[in-house]
Every structure is written in structure tokens, then in C-alpha cells.
């Protein structure tokens, strides 16, 4: 048996639009997460029909601690509503909470080939030298995110970078699923082959220490990323202590790609502002830090610190966050059970 994604079953997709994407309750939201996922997530839901989940599921592929995972969770919960995600609109929801993800990993783990998550680069990179000590659901967890994906029969998938080489292996599996189990005659296919909505500006947030390293939540200094829960003044302080050089704007993109420090400033205005970062250079080239700082911790403060602060009201009610999770769990639950019946049919499971 060959380890090479058979042709995509003949046939159509017919099924209705939808989205999903997800984030882990792994440690505090900040800006790269705002700017790169959460302001699209609030776009979206006016777009297209919209799931958006709390990958608790992922997250314990490296350990958690117990006792805060579930509060992690009601915290990523509270970001998405509090950066504009309507519950009456998205569906918000932990993902352990809708099973139908787990029993569709195992039977897509018997769908994927061992040769298509050995060509996986995120557990190189997130096992480093001892892969032997990583856990198997880390190895495997892209084979989740395809079911993850195919239980809502999701048709778009926000996705960076680090993450289009996955989604490729959801479209093979999704494919090779058609092919083995399909319905006879191919028309229509049963699972679609979800397509990527590229990320645009203000997608790679890098470090306020280092224009060279991606923003992240794990870097020790506190000063290297705002935090959605930071207040106004923290905003204000980490934009003006930001790492820069000392000469003034340059006039052309060009330029500015060759200055990471700058670059990445500029492309955080231009992204809170909505405008391009040649439109935030036709306004500031030839002014310095000092002038340009000071306008950058203005917008940011204006943009951030209602989210902050509506996430702060959010957590000190949990309750209403737990009604939320749990309603949405259950509309989920609604549109994945039924494609995981099926599945099972098609399948041949006894009782299916």
C-alpha cells in the first residue's frame, strides 16, 4: 500500500459553507493572537457560518496543569467575545466538550498513512532532539485537527504559515476518505476539501524585543508581547519601551523590510488602523521614534484596552461564561453528530 494521497474522489461537494478554527488554552492571548486570528474570527461570522472552539483537546498533547486548564479555557472564551465573536452568531465552544472530534480522530488514524505525518515539520520543530520523549498524541495531533475540520464538514480554514502543511493533510485524508468509503458513483463527495483563508496584515506579530522572533506567549520577558489583559498604561509603556533604531521612517516599503524593529511597528499600526503599511509610511516617513511611538501606544490603547477590560468583566463572572461554552457545545454537537453517524455507516460499524 502506497503512502501517496489517492486522487480526490469524482464528484462535488454540495453541503452548505462553513468555517472553524481554534485556538489552545495554553497561556494569555496577546496581540500577535488579536491581530492574527481573533479580529478575523469577528469578520467572519458576518461571512459564513462559523465554529470556533477551545482546543483543550491539543493543548494536553504537551502537559497542563489540571487545575488550570478549565480556567485557561473560560479565558480563551472570554477573548473571542470580548474582541467582538457574538455567541448568537459563532458557535464558541470547548472542543473536549463534543466527543464526535475524538471518535472521528481514531477512525481518520486508521485513514492517514504513517508517511504523510512523518512529512509533519511541527513535531520536528516542537520535539526537538528527544522525539522519543513526546508524547504520541503530539505526533498524531494533526490527524485530530483534520477531525476537528471534517466533523462540521468545514469548507474554510484560517491558517498561517505553520499551519498550511496540516491543512493539506486534512484535504488527503478528507480525499482518501472519499476514495475508500465513498458514496457509490462519486456525486456528491462526502467530505469537502476545505480550502485556506490566508491571514493578511498583522498575521506574524513579531517580538517588541526582537523583529526577528515571532511574538509569543512563552517568551520570558513580559515586555516582548501586550497581553489582551494588559491595562491601558501597560499598553502604553510596552509600545514606548518597544525595540527600535535610531533612524527616522523610511519613505518606501523597501526600505523598511530591511529594519525588522520598524517593520514590525509599523505593520502593528497599519494593522490596528486598517490601513496598508504604505499608507502608515506616507503619513510618518522622515519622523523618528519619538514622534511615531507616542501615535502607535495612542491607537493601541484606543483598540486594546476595551478588550482588556471586557475580558476582565467576562472572567470575574464565570458562570456566564460556563453557559455560554455549554450552549455552544451543544449547537455544535448538533451539526457533528449527525457526520459522525454517517461516517460510521459508511464505515460499516455494527448498529450504524
Known amino acids: 500500500m502506497t503512502d501517496q494521497a489517492p486522487p480526490v474522489a469524482p464528484g462535488a461537494y454540495t453541503g452548505p459553507s462553513r468555517v472553524l478554527s481554534g485556538v489552545q488554552p495554553s497561556g494569555a492571548l496577546h496581540l500577535g493572537n488579536y491581530l492574527g486570528a481573533l479580529v478575523k474570527f469577528t469578520r467572519l461570522q458576518h461571512e459564513i457560518d462559523t465554529f470556533i472552539f477551545v482546543a483543550d483537546l491539543h493543548a494536553i498533547t504537551v502537559w497542563q496543569d489540571p487545575a488550570a486548564l478549565a480556567q485557561q479555557t473560560r479565558e480563551i472564551a472570554a477573548a473571542y467575545i470580548a474582541s467582538g465573536l457574538d455567541p448568537d452568531k459563532a458557535t464558541i465552544f470547548p472542543q473536549s466538550a463534543v466527543r464526535e472530534h475524538a471518535e472521528?480522530?481514531?477512525?481518520?488514524?486508521?485513514?492517514?498513512?504513517?508517511?504523510w505525518l512523518d512529512r509533519m515539520t511541527q513535531f520536528k520543530e516542537k520535539s526537538g532532539k528527544h522525539k522519543e520523549r513526546s508524547s504520541v498524541g503530539l505526533y498524531t495531533y494533526p490527524v485530530l485537527q483534520a477531525a476537528d475540520i471534517l466533523v462540521y464538514k468545514a469548507t474554510h480554514v484560517p491558517v498561517g504559515e505553520d499551519q498550511k502543511q496540516h491543512l493539506e493533510l486534512t484535504r488527503d485524508i478528507a480525499g482518501k476518505f472519499n476514495h475508500d468509503f465513498g458514496i457509490p458513483g462519486g456525486a456528491p463527495v462526502f467530505f469537502p476539501q476545505p480550502e485556506p483563508l490566508i491571514q493578511g496584515p498583522g498575521a506574524r506579530v513579531m517580538s517588541l524585543r526582537d523583529g526577528s522572533a515571532k511574538m509569543s506567549k512563552s517568551d520570558p520577558s513580559d515586555y516582548s508581547r501586550i497581553n489582551l489583559t494588559d491595562t491601558a498604561d501597560?499598553?502604553?509603556?510596552?509600545?514606548?519601551?518597544?525595540?527600535?533604531?535610531?533612524?527616522?521612517?523610511?519613505?518606501?516599503?523597501?526600505?523598511?523590510?530591511?529594519?525588522?524593529?520598524?517593520?514590525?511597528?509599523?505593520?502593528?499600526?497599519?494593522?490596528?488602523s486598517g490601513q496598508t503599511k504604505a499608507q502608515v509610511l506616507a503619513e510618518y516617513a522622515g519622523k523618528g521614534f519619538g514622534t511615531f511611538k507616542p501615535a502607535l501606544a495612542?491607537?493601541?490603547?484606543?483598540?486594546?484596552?476595551?478588550?482588556g477590560e471586557k475580558m476582565r468583566g467576562l472572567l470575574g463572572d464565570p458562570a456566564v461564561l460556563d453557559a455560554i461554552l455549554a450552549k455552544g457545545a451543544e449547537k455544535a454537537r448538533e451539526t457533528a453528530a449527525p457526520t459522525l453517524a454517517e461516517v460510521k455507516k459508511l464505515v460499516g460499524f455494527w448498529g450504524a
Request: contains cysteine; charged residues 30%; negative net charge.
Open 104 to 115: 472521528l480522530a481514531w477512525i481518520f488514524q486508521c485513514v492517514a498513512r504513517l508517511g
Open 234 to 272: 501597560d499598553i502604553a509603556a510596552k509600545v514606548r519601551k518597544a525595540r527600535t533604531d535610531p533612524e527616522p521612517l523610511p519613505e518606501t516599503i523597501e526600505e523598511l523590510a530591511a529594519r525588522a524593529e520598524a517593520d514590525n511597528l509599523v505593520g502593528i499600526f497599519a494593522a490596528l
Open 298 to 307: 495612542e491607537l493601541a490603547v484606543e483598540k486594546l484596552a476595551p478588550v
